[in-house]
């Protein structure tokens, strides 16, 4: 499965970007699709979850200012990022894990930069 990232860019504290993540090939259930997000001289970390069956999961720092969501019809994974912070500054990629095939694929990565 190959994943496309887009939406990021610039913006300023307290603004708002959604992110997309378009999928192309069929994506099996059960799977859980994320964003994780890298920011330079650090490690990449876990942002968000959806699994097949809609369960979401949320790292303490996004909690009540993300939401992931996903299209099926369109295959398409969303992070939509409110109340922004500098510290959401980061590359954000997204995720596909299909837990029957144990396969991972990764995205490209979007660049999301917020100004103070």
């Known amino acids: 499965v190959q994943l496309q990232a887009s939406g990021g860019g610039l913006v300023q504290t307290g603004g708002s970007l959604r992110l997309s993540c378009a999928a192309s090939g069929t994506i099996f259930s059960p799977n859980v699709m994320g964003w994780y997000r890298q920011a330079p001289g650090t490690q990449r970390e876990f942002v968000a979850s959806i699994t097949s069956y809609g369960s979401t999961t949320y790292a303490n720092s996004v909690k009540g200012r993300f939401t992931i969501s996903k299209d099926i019809t369109k295959n398409t994974l969303y992070l939509q990022m409110n109340s922004l912070k500098p510290e959401d500054t980061a590359v954000y990629y997204c995720?596909?894990?299909?837990?029957?095939?144990?396969?991972?694929?990764w995205g490209q990565g979007t660049q999301v930069t917020v100004s103070s």
């Open positions: 995720r596909a894990d299909q837990i029957s095939a144990r396969t991972t694929d």
